[in-house]
C-alpha cells in the first residue's frame, strides 16, 4: 500500500496533467476565435454575440450538468475565457459605417479618453485628426472640412472650448464627452446650427475596447444626421442609452456627485478618528474589504478629476446639505432610541428600491466569491 | 470558397467541440481532487493547502506564456475551479483536534451563524449539543459536563444570555460569537472563571465552508486552555486573527456602524430626491453600478441585524456626528469655491491611505472586469 503522501503526489502529478491539458485546449480556443475575428472583420461583422453567446452558455450548462460538472463553473469559465478572446479580437479593425464621413476631428484627442476615440475611429477607416491646446492657431485649417467634431477636454474647459466653435460648416455633427450633459448642450445648440449631440461613455479610458460598454446619447438637434455615429458605437460593442440631458445631470448627481463627495468624506473621517488603516484591512471580511476597497481607489486617482466634478455645479451642494439633514435627522433615532421609526424608514427605503434590493444582494454574493480569490 | 456564414459555423463547431473538452477535463479533474479530499479527511490534513496552491499558479502561468496563453486567464480559471473543488471537498469530515472535550454546547445554536458552528463541530467528531431559548428550564442539564460553551445569540440578547451562565465547570471554555466584542468579553469574565475567549467571525451564515474566512479572536483568560479550538478552525481552513477587544470595537464601529448607517441614510436620500431607480440602474457604468449595488443590497436584508448593530453602543452616535460635521466642513470648500483646500484634504488622506490607496484601485479593476460578467 503506497503511503499517503505517495497516493497525494500522484493525484498532484494527475492534476498537473490535466492543466497542462486545458492550458493546451486555450491555445486551440483562442486560435478557433482569432480566425472567427478575421472573418467578421473582413465583412465587419460586430464583434460581440449577444445571442451566440447566451445559447452557447445555455447548452453548455444542459452538458455540464449531464457530465456532473457544476453549471455555474462552466458558466464562469466560459465567460471568463470569451472575455479574453475579446482582446485577441479587438486588435483588428472595425467596420466604417459611414464612408461619406470625410474628416473626424477630436479636440483633446491626445488626453486619456479623447485617444481612444481617436484610436476607434482611425481603426474603422475614418480619416482623424487632433485638435490640442496648442494648435488654436491652425483650428480653421484643422476644422474646415470635418464631418464630425467631438469635445473632449477635462470638464472645467469644455463651455470655453465649445464657444470657440462657431465656425463649423452647417452639416457638421457636433458632440461632446462631457460627464455632465445639460449645460455643455445647450453651450453647443447656440454657437452651431447643425447637428448637435451630447455624449457621456460610461466607462474610463483604461477599458480595453467598447464591447458590452455603455455610451450614454442626449438629442440635441437633427438625431437622424447622427444616426450613424451612434451605429458606429454599436459597431465598437458599445450600448447607446439615450436620456433627456436633465434627467441624466440628475441621475448622475447622485451617483457622481454625491457619492464621490461623501466617500472623500468618509476616507477624511477614517483619517481623523485616527483608524489604524493596516489593522482594518487585516480584520475585513469580503464584503468589508470591498468597502475598503470601494473607498481607498478614490484616494489612489487624480483629485482634478474629482474636484472638477463635485465644484461644476452649485445646485449640488444644496443636494448634499439635504442628505447630511437626512443623516442626521435619522441618527437622530438612534439618539432616541427610537428603533421601530428607524425600521420604519429602513422598511419604506426597501420598497423604494424594489426587487433591485434583492438583485443587488445576489450579485453581491457573486461579486464576493470572486473578491475572494483575488 | 465557403461562404462567410459556413466558415463561421465551421469555428463555431470547433468551439464547440472545444468546450466539450474542457467539460470533460473539469469532470476528470473534479474525481482526482475528491480523491484529494478523502486521503486528507483520512488522516485529517487540511483541505487548504496555500502552499500548493502558490507553486501551482507560478508553475502553470509560466506553461501559459509558454503556449502563448495569457497568464492571469490560466490563474483567474484554475481560482475558479479550485474554488468549485473545495466544495466537493467539504463534505468530509475534518479531524478533531481535542478528542478529550467532552461536550460541545451552542447556545443559539439552532440560528443561521450557530448552525454552522454546530456542523462543523459534528462533522469534526464532537459531541454537540444546542440550547435554545425554551430549553433554560433544562439548561443544567445542557449545560454540565461541557468543555466548551459558545454563545451564538443576536447582540441584544447576548448579556443577558451570557450572565446566566454562572455554573458552568472551572475547566469549560466560555466563548461567544458577537460582532463586538468589549463588553460580552468583560460580561463572561465576569460571570465565569475559567478559560474565555470572545470571537467574531468576520463571515455570515451563507459560507460554504470556512475555507479562507477570518475569525477574529480576542483573548479573555486562559489562553493556553483554548488554544486546540483555535487550531480546530485552521482545521476547518479559517484564519485566526488575534487582537485587543477595544481595537475591535473601533474598527467595527467604522466599518459595521457607521459604513452601514451611512448607506442606510443614502439610500433614504435616494428615495426622498425622486431618483428614477431603474434610470440609474440602466445608466450605471461598472463602477457605479457596483456602488449601487453595496447600497441596495442592505435593504434586501433583515433591518433588526443592522438595527441591532446600529444601537448597540451608545459612543458611536458620538462618532457619527463628527462625520456628519466633517461631511459639512468639506461642503463648506465646495460652497465656498475653495478648490485648493479641498484637494488638500484629499491628498491628505491619500498619504494617509498610503500603498493601499494604489492596491485597492488595481483590485477594484480586477473586480469591475469580474462584475461586469455578472
Chains 1, 2 share one sequence.
Not at 106 to 124: E, M, T, Y
Not at 161 to 171: A, F, M, S, Y
Not at 186 to 200: A, E, F, I, K, R
Request: charged share 25%; proline share 3%.
Amino acid at each position: 500500500m503506497p503511503s499517503i503522501e505517495e497516493r497525494l503526489t500522484q493525484c498532484r502529478n494527475e492534476i498537473d496533467e490535466l492543466d497542462h491539458q486545458l492550458i493546451e485546449l486555450l491555445a486551440k480556443r483562442r486560435a478557433v476565435t482569432k480566425r472567427v475575428g478575421d472573418i467578421k472583420s473582413e465583412v465587419g461583422m460586430p464583434i460581440f454575440s449577444p445571442e451566440r453567446e447566451a445559447s452557447l452558455f445555455a447548452a453548455r450548462r444542459v452538458d455540464a450538468k449531464n457530465k456532473g460538472v457544476s453549471e455555474d463553473l462552466i458558466e464562469d469559465l466560459l465567460r471568463r475565457i470569451i472575455q479574453d478572446s475579446y482582446k485577441s479580437q479587438e486588435v483588428k479593425g472595425y467596420r466604417c459605417i459611414n464612408p461619406n464621413c470625410k474628416k473626424v476631428v477630436v479636440i483633446g484627442g491626445k488626453g486619456q479618453l479623447g485617444k481612444l476615440f481617436v484610436d476607434l475611429f482611425a481603426r474603422s477607416q475614418y480619416e482623424v485628426t487632433t485638435l490640442e491646446k496648442d494648435d488654436w492657431e491652425n483650428s480653421d485649417v484643422i476644422l474646415s472640412g470635418a464631418s464630425l467634431v467631438i469635445v473632449a477636454v477635462p470638464i472645467r474647459l469644455t463651455s470655453a472650448t465649445i464657444k470657440k466653435l462657431d465656425q463649423l460648416d452647417k452639416h457638421c455633427i457636433l458632440a461632446d464627452v462631457t460627464s455632465v450633459k445639460e449645460s455643455p448642450l445647450n453651450d453647443m445648440l447656440t454657437v452651431h446650427s447643425g447637428p448637435v449631440v451630447g455624449l457621456h461613455p460610461m466607462f474610463g479610458p483604461d477599458v480595453s475596447g467598447l464591447i458590452k460598454q455603455t455610451i450614454i446619447a442626449c438629442e440635441g438637434r437633427n438625431p437622424e444626421k447622427y444616426a450613424w455615429l451612434l451605429e458606429q458605437f454599436n459597431v465598437w460593442g458599445a450600448t447607446v442609452y439615450a436620456v433627456e440631458a436633465s434627467a441624466h445631470d440628475k441621475a448622475m448627481s447622485m451617483v457622481q456627485v454625491m457619492r464621490h463627495f461623501s466617500t472623500i468624506a468618509y476616507g477624511y473621517h477614517l483619517m481623523e478618528e485616527g483608524v489604524d488603516i493596516a489593522q482594518l484591512v487585516d480584520m475585513s471580511s469580503p464584503i468589508y474589504r470591498l468597502e475598503l476597497i470601494m473607498v481607498g481607489r478614490l484616494f489612489a486617482q487624480n483629485p482634478i478629476l474629482y474636484t472638477d466634478i463635485i465644484f461644476n455645479d452649485p445646485n449640488n451642494i444644496q443636494m448634499m446639505k439635504r442628505f447630511a439633514h437626512r443623516f442626521l435627522e435619522l441618527l437622530d433615532d438612534v439618539e432616541k432610541g427610537q428603533k421601530d421609526d428607524f425600521v420604519a424608514t429602513f422598511n419604506g427605503v426597501s420598497e423604494w428600491f424594489g426587487d433591485y434590493a434583492s438583485s443587488f444582494l445576489a450579485e453581491s454574493k457573486s461579486l464576493l466569491l470572486k473578491a475572494k480569490e483575488l
